[in-house]
Each structure stands twice: as structure tokens, then as C-alpha cells.
């Protein structure tokens, strides 16, 4: 099965950061090299939100109006890798992290439109980030 690997997460203090990562190599490399790629969330009992995009050339990003201001993604080309630093954490960004590839049929290495998540493909397992005193 084609999917990311994620990585980071875990316990921080609010007002505290975090990094994410989000890889691929070997026969799934193109999966992240040549798509945009978005990060989702789902805290418990809720749906999932879609926090941001970075196109497949890394020029454009999206990020939704949660998080502006406070979460970065960036594209390392060289280890093929994106990454969410998210800083000034709160209790609420607590949740269970997503990253996926957008569908090459729905402007694939864009990220032209809202972050929706049936607009991706090749989910990443999740990682938890918990925000807590």
C-alpha cells in the first residue's frame, strides 16, 4: 500500500512548538515529489479539518484561518520531506495529524482551492499531538 510516513508529534505545553514531518522514498517518492501536499487534523468526537497546503514546487501555501500565523509548511526537495512547525500551541490544535498527497485529477500539484480532504490520496498513519498543562 502507497503511503506517507509521518513523524514528530507528541506532549507540549501550551504556547509551545512542534514539527511534523512527512516523507516518502524509494517506489513512493513521487507520491510527495510531484503533488501538493496538504496536513489534516481530527481532534476526538470531531471531523477532520484541513490546517494547510505547500504545491508541489514549494511557491504557494494555504493555510486555513486556525492556524495563519502560527503553523509553517515547508518542502525540503532534497530529502524529499514537508514539514508543519507549528508554534504558539493551544489546547484546541490537540489532535491526530494527517498528511496526504493531493489526487493528481483534482489540480494535483496545486494547492488552488479549500484544503479538503477529498481531495487527497496516500494518507499518511497519523501522529498525535497532544497540547496540555
Known amino acids: 500500500q502507497l503511503q506517507l510516513v509521518q513523524s514528530g508529534g507528541g506532549l507540549v505545553q501550551p504556547g509551545g512548538s512542534l514539527r511534523l514531518s512527512c516523507a516518502a522514498s524509494g517506489e513512493t517518492a513521487f507520491i510527495l515529489r510531484d503533488n501538493a501536499i496538504g496536513w489534516f487534523r481530527q481532534a476526538p468526537g470531531k471531523g477532520r479539518e484541513g490546517v494547510s497546503c505547500i504545491d508541489s514546487s514549494a511557491t504557494s501555501t494555504n493555510y486555513a484561518d486556525s492556524v495563519k500565523g502560527r503553523f509553517t509548511t515547508t518542502r525540503d526537495t532534497a530529502n524529499n520531506t514537508v514539514y508543519l512547525q507549528m508554534n504558539s500551541l493551544n489546547p484546541e490544535d490537540t489532535a491526530v495529524y494527517y498528511c496526504?498527497?493531493?489526487?493528481?485529477?483534482?489540480?494535483?500539484?496545486?494547492?488552488?482551492?479549500?484544503?479538503?480532504?477529498?481531495?487527497?490520496?496516500?494518507w499518511g498513519q497519523g501522529t498525535q499531538v497532544t497540547v496540555s498543562s
Open positions: 496526504p498527497s493531493r489526487r493528481r485529477d483534482t489540480y494535483g500539484t496545486s494547492c488552488y482551492g479549500t484544503i479538503d480532504q477529498y481531495d487527497y490520496d496516500y
